[in-house]
């Protein structure tokens, strides 16, 4: 089956700046998308969902966008804290959940 | 608390054992998953059951066996036919029947064969 990739593996930024992490995804019928969170050693947590048919969805501190023209899928998290630190993958519905192998997000202080 | 719960969280075995990862969950949530979690890679998914009494293979069910006889319980058997078992095994549980819903996961169970 087809696999949900990222564009970075590792992403560093600085206490309170905004972060912007990236899924591409290649099967154009997906119509269910998750960002999960996982700390080291633990089970993922769910952040936020999006269906195919929105473009954007936001939460606390969090927004995910989805262009489904070029199949790509961004998390941003605003004023980003010590304790975003962790990986974050997303996930595709197609007839299963695929996920990306996640990108490894450290917040500077 | 409602959650899922995962035991134990370290697991070693001598290599030609059968183990049995335990997962429960007081969610009321119909579908359950296995996954398994290798560094650097995304999840790969084992078994899944939709129902009780019911489940299906996933990408890599070989060396791994499964049951739902209880809603809140889905025990996973890594026997010692499968090849490479030393890995982060994550169970999972979803309100609703396939896979178009948020999966809640359990804390997991790292297995260590020697």
């Known amino acids: 089956g087809e696999s949900v990739g990222l564009h970075l593996p590792t992403l560093s930024v600085q206490e309170g700046d905004n972060s912007i992490i990236n899924c591409a995804y290649s099967n154009s019928a997906s119509d269910y998308f998750i960002w999960y969170k996982q700390e080291s050693g633990k089970g993922p947590q769910f952040i936020i969902d999006?269906?195919?048919?929105?473009d954007k969805r936001q939460g606390q501190r969090v927004t995910v966008l989805l262009n489904k023209t070029v199949k790509h899928l961004s998390l941003q998290i605003a004023a980003t804290q010590p304790g975003d630190s962790a990986v974050y993958f997303c996930a595709e519905n197609i007839n299963d959940m695929r996920f990306g192998a996640g990108t490894r997000l450290t917040v500077k202080p | 608390d409602g959650g899922i719960t995962q035991s134990p969280k370290y697991l070693f075995r001598k290599e030609g054992q059968n183990v049995t990862l335990s997962c429960e969950q007081n969610l009321n949530h119909d579908a359950m998953y296995w996954y398994r979690q290798d560094p650097g890679q995304g999840l790969r998914l084992i078994y899944y059951?939709?129902?009780?009494?019911?489940?299906q293979k996933g990408d890599i069910a070989e060396g791994y066996s499964v049951s739902r006889e209880k809603k809140e319980s889905f025990p996973l058997t890594v026997t010692s036919a499968q090849k490479n078992p030393t890995a982060f095994y994550l169970c999972?549980?979803?309100?609703?029947?396939?896979?178009?819903?948020?999966?809640?996961f359990g804390p997991g169970t790292r297995l260590t064969v020697t």
């Open positions: 999006i269906r195919s048919n929105m």
């Open positions: 999972a549980s979803s309100t609703g029947q396939g896979f178009s819903y948020e999966q809640y």
């Open positions: 059951s939709q129902i009780v009494n019911d489940f």
